[in-house]
């Protein structure tokens, strides 16, 4: 069984991407990894280039924004059709696996690699923000994706590179692993979160008004989020550690929660709960 990664990237720099810590994150079961990497403002190639790893495949384009959003899912695609594994499995830039979920994941790919009936493997999306140790689940943050999927040309991304379908439209069979999917696009200082909202504003993503254009992003009252007690992907270490908001924010989780058994435990978990209404 042969395993390729593949992604897409452009100006990780300039908006902070953790695109280096993700590629890192499942390299070790991946045969090779193809990285799309888009003409940028930045050094995010060289970045990239950095690796200096053999399973590293670099492909190098120019993004045709006139597509709005949907070049993000046409250019994946272009990733995607250079992958050989049996399984290719995607990462967005602000996505990273845990390294206790490599092993467990490998063997989801092996007995499912010869089934007709399983088309992809499902993650538990984490969706932090504002702190390494909040997370939403509140209406508009979905709550589960594929990331793994046969690699059998009958699968593409769609729409803004949300997920995956099968080409002749018939509903995707997938295996829940149950494993988390720790996506940190809205972990950042508030000044880069501000130009973050006005880049996906310029590619189709989001609509502001123009007190939000020209306003520092605020996160608000992290309280009214749930509390993530686990660990981090390892390769994540260095960010977590340096980020001052989040390291506020834990010293008052453990001084409000130091009672609780999944922070003494550092259970890698999320509530089964779902907020239906959209928290502002």
């Known amino acids: 069984m042969k395993v390729s990664g593949f992604t897409i990237v452009r100006n990780a720099v300039k908006f902070n991407y953790p695109a280096l810590e993700s590629i890192k994150s499942i ?29 590293i495949k670099i492909i190098q384009r120019k993004w045709d924004f006139s597509q709005g959003k949907s070049v993000l899912s046409a250019e994946t695609n272009l990733a995607l059709k250079e992958c050989k594994g049996d399984w290719a499995f995607y990462l967005q830039a602000d996505e990273v696996i845990h390294e206790k979920d490599l092993g467990p994941l490998r063997k989801y790919m092996q007995k499912y690699q010869h089934s007709e009936k399983v088309d992809a493997l499902r993650f538990a999306w ?49 295996i829940n692993t149950g494993k988390l999917l720790y996506h940190y696009g809205w972990v950042h200082p508030q000044e880069v979160m501000s130009q973050r909202r006005k880049n996906a504003e310029q590619i ?77």
């Open 27 to 55: 390299l070790p079961i991946c045969d090779e990894f193809i990285v799309n990497v888009g003409e940028g403002e930045d050094e995010t190639l060289s970045m990239i280039r950095s690796l200096r790893d053999p399973k």
């Open 126 to 174: 984490m969706h932090f923000y504002g702190s390494y140790y909040r997370y939403r689940i509140d209406s508009g943050w979905f709550q589960k994706q594929d990331r793994i999927i046969k690699n059998n040309r009958q699968m593409e991304s769609y729409d803004d590179a949300y997920g995956f379908r099968r080409k002749d439209l018939a509903p995707m069979r997938r």
């Open 204 to 280: 189709g993503f989001a609509s502001l008004t123009d007190q939000e254009r020209q306003a520092s992003y605020s996160y608000g009252d992290l309280n009214r989020f749930p509390v993530y007690f686990g660990s981090h992907p390892c390769v994540m270490n260095k960010r977590v550690s340096s980020h001052e908001l989040s390291r506020k924010d834990l010293d008052s989780i453990r001084g409000k929660y130091w009672w609780h058994p999944f922070r003494i435990l550092k259970v890698r978990a999320k509530t089964f709960r779902r907020v239906k209404e959209k928290i502002i």
